[in-house]
């Protein structure tokens, strides 16, 4: 059970880390981790953590976070990064796994975000992307009736193709690794209900409704020989 009753983003995580194989003495860069839903998630995977976005506020804020849980600042680093201008060598360190969660359907150019993040993978590493799926009709339902989100924002996961990014790994020079679709239910349901959580895990082993599940886990790895 999450420590902060966030079932809903706990899910998503261990999805991510075990498809990526992340292990415990691993050091993972996050890209677009905002306030840091997922990052202190992601903690319980791994060794240490780089948590990069753009927006400076935001990672003030991650970083209060971590100061109040009493995490040492090594833990939890964070870093100012633009995604669409950053070269591999600015990071000054090469990683075993780089993750990011409802980032790339954001991106302008999400094929040269996904060139340069592969520049800073370590040999063997995995690079992947917790993103919408187009397919399921529920995300419509949810731009329309959240007051947080708008079509204007939100509108690149009904472009986001799995064969597009698939393409932009190959071009990368990793290997594409299976996409794994995953997830039934909305945050809303499935961090206030356990029988939520239990029709989800049911709706994910019926291989019939696997092509409309609401998420992607979109990932590739650098050969082992780079």
């Not at 706990?10 to 905002?34: C, F, S, T």
């Not at 009493?70 to 939890?76: P, Q, Y």
Request: aromatic share 8%; hydrophobic share 50%.
């Amino acid at each position: 059970q999450p420590r902060d009753g966030d079932f809903y983003a706990a899910k998503l995580v261990d999805v991510a880390a075990q498809g990526m194989a992340i292990g415990p003495h691993d050091r993972v860069l996050e890209v677009g981790a905002g306030f840091g839903r997922f990052s202190f998630a992601l903690l319980e995977s791994c060794a240490s953590l780089v948590a990069a976005d753009l927006s400076e506020t935001a990672l003030a804020t991650l970083d209060a976070t971590r100061a109040a849980q009493g995490l040492a600042a090594d833990r939890v680093a964070t870093r100012c990064l633009d995604l669409s201008r950053f070269a591999a060598a600015d990071l000054g360190e090469r990683f075993r796994a780089i993750v990011g969660f409802f980032i790339l359907h954001h991106l302008p150019d999400a094929a040269d975000t996904i060139r340069r993040l592969a520049g800073a993978l370590a040999p063997g590493g995995v690079l992947a992307f917790v993103e919408p799926n187009r397919r399921n009709p529920l995300f419509l339902a949810q731009v329309a009736c959240c007051p947080d989100m708008s079509w204007a924002e939100e509108r690149g996961m009904f472009r986001l193709r799995a064969r597009s990014i698939e393409a932009a790994f190959h071009a990368a020079a990793l290997e594409v690794l299976p996409t794994q679709r995953f997830g039934c239910f909305p945050p809303q349901l499935v961090n206030r209900f356990g029988w939520a959580r239990a029709i989800e895990t049911g709706v994910e082993r019926a291989r019939v409704f696997e092509p409309a599940l609401p998420f992607l886990l979109l990932r590739a790895r650098r050969p082992a020989a780079a």
